[in-house]
Nanobody
Framework: LMFSSGVGGGLVQAGGSLTLSCAVSGFTFDDLAIGWFRQAPGKEREGISCFSSSEGNTYIEDSVTGRFTISYDNAKNTVYLQMNSLKPEDTAVYYC????????????????????WGKGTQVTVSS
């Protein structure tokens, strides 16, 4: 399992939108857990949105509920994070992560160890 590409970070004004994406390969969809984590300066990394194919569910962390949406395109083997109504506190390095594991999406987002990490992308939201 590996990530082949990732795009979407950048600088945006508060209230703006960005879409992050990561293409993944070398996995079996039946047990794919995949999601987005972020780490702000001086803070611990946190899982903000995850998807579990085995459980067929998604998880969105409270601080981004209603603003962020995770989706997975099975045809493109790509996970997306649509981020709307961005706030300065969303500024962080965002990482996609994945593992071949049977797990609920919320539990995957709470894991500190994940098998494969994508290259981080900086998201900066100006006030």
């Amino acid at each position: 399992l590996m990530f082949s590409s990732g795009v979407g970070g950048g600088l945006v004004q508060a209230g703006g939108s960005l879409t992050l994406s990561c293409a993944v390969s070398g996995f079996t969809f039946d047990d794919l857990a995949i999601g987005w984590f972020r780490q702000a300066p001086g803070k611990e990394r946190e899982g903000i949105s995850c998807f579990s194919s085995s459980e067929g569910n998604t998880y969105i962390e409270d601080s981004v509920t209603g603003r962020f949406t995770i989706s997975y395109d099975n045809a493109k083997n790509t996970v997306y994070l649509q981020m709307n109504s961005l706030k300065p506190e969303d500024t962080a390095v965002y990482y996609c992560a994945a593992e071949g594991v049977i797990i609920r999406a919320a539990a995957f987002c709470r894991r500190s160890f994940v098998e494969v990490w994508g290259k981080g992308t900086q998201v900066t939201v100006s006030s």
